[in-house]
């Protein structure tokens, strides 16, 4: 075996391992806010791993080994139960799921959602998951049938990463999702060329034109959170705001009434 196949293959261990014992998993919680008044409305729950020996491993990492050798709906379950178990109760409007388009290819995925959700006492419209382009386009039709039987039921879903894709706009936008997530490849060149700037107002504008929110994604500058609330953004995340919070200091924040972060944001507790 080379290296690179080995070293894999040891993570691979690890990570099932980590599932097992699910102490060195973390979920983590990003606050979101309203563009106008800047006020806490959400979170986003993101998955930490902290490893025994090579200390954190980056989501994008290790996210994608799980959908390669198939522990993806572990994980994904793992997240999902820890999300509405904490951030349930909390006093905010919707709590953010990534959703993996292999958790979504499960037939029986929206009904251990709506299990869960019976289970921790969370109200289905506060639950929100989070998918990307391809697990909307080249999803199946038991992806498909997930989605309607959850937002049937009150779950909303939005699309993540936005824009990041191939697909037209305009068709993206024919799907049934109730908000659009503009890609931080997008939120970054603000303010760089009339161009890039022109892209990020048609997108809020189309998505409005067909009654879908709107939240842009990776804010790092007042300059780029002037021209998103300027063009009608509806909801705001990023470092600029906040970082995201362990869930005993989202905890804090939500005690001390935070609506409003520090002027430097919330750091990362
Ligand atoms: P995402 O869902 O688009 O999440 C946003 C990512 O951008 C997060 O990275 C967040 O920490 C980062 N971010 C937020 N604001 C800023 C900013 O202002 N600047 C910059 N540079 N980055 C910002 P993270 O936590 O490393 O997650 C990376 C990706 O991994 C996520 O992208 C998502 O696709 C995936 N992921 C994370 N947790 C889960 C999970 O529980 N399940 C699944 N399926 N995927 C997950
Ligand atoms: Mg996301
Ligand atoms: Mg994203």
Redesign the pocket.
């Known amino acids: 075996m080379s290296q690179a196949v080995r070293q894999r293959r040891e993570l691979e261990i690890d990570l099932s391992r980590a599932l097992k014992s699910g102490t060195e998993l973390e979920v983590v919680f ?1 606050p979101l806010f309203t563009a106008g008044e800047l006020a806490l409305s959400g979170v ?4 930490r791993w902290h490893h025994p020996r090579v200390g954190a491993v ?3 990492t290790f ?1 994608a080994l799980a959908e390669e050798c198939g522990l ?1 709906n572990q ?2 379950d793992l ?1 999902l139960r820890r999300a509405c178990m904490v951030a349930g109760g909390w006093d905010l409007e919707t709590v953010s ?4 388009a292999i958790q979504l290819r499960q037939a029986d995925f929206a009904e251990r959602v709506m299990a869960l959700l019976d289970e921790t006492g969370m109200q289905p419209h506060r639950l929100e998951i ?1 998918v990307t382009e391809s697990t909307l386009i080249g999803g199946s039709e038991t992806s498909a049938r997930n989605l309607s039987a959850l937002r049937a039921a009150g779950v909303k879903v939005a699309l ?2 936005f824009g990041t894709g191939y697909s037209s706009l305009s068709y993206l936008l024919r799907l049934e999702v109730d908000r659009i ?1 503009i890609d ?1 490849s997008f939120v970054r060149h603000i303010g760089e060329s009339a161009q890039s700037d022109s892209i990020v107002r048609a997108i809020v504008t189309m998505a409005h034109a067909v009654g879908v929110a709107v939240t842009a ?4 500058s007042e300059e780029q959170k002037n021209f998103l609330v300027a063009v009608g953004c509806d909801h705001l ?4 705001l906040s970082q ?1 919070q362990s869930a005993l200091r989202m905890v804090e924040l939500i005690a001390g009434k935070a609506s409003r972060p520090a002027k430097s944001g919330f750091e990362a507790a």
Do not use: T
Request: aromatic share 6%; no cysteine; hydrophobic share 35%.
């Open positions: 990003q986003e729950a993101l998955v980056s989501p994008y996210i993806i994980l994904g997240v799921v990534n959703v993996s989070e993540d990463d997530k931080r994604e990776g804010v790092e995340q990023g470092y600029l995201p």
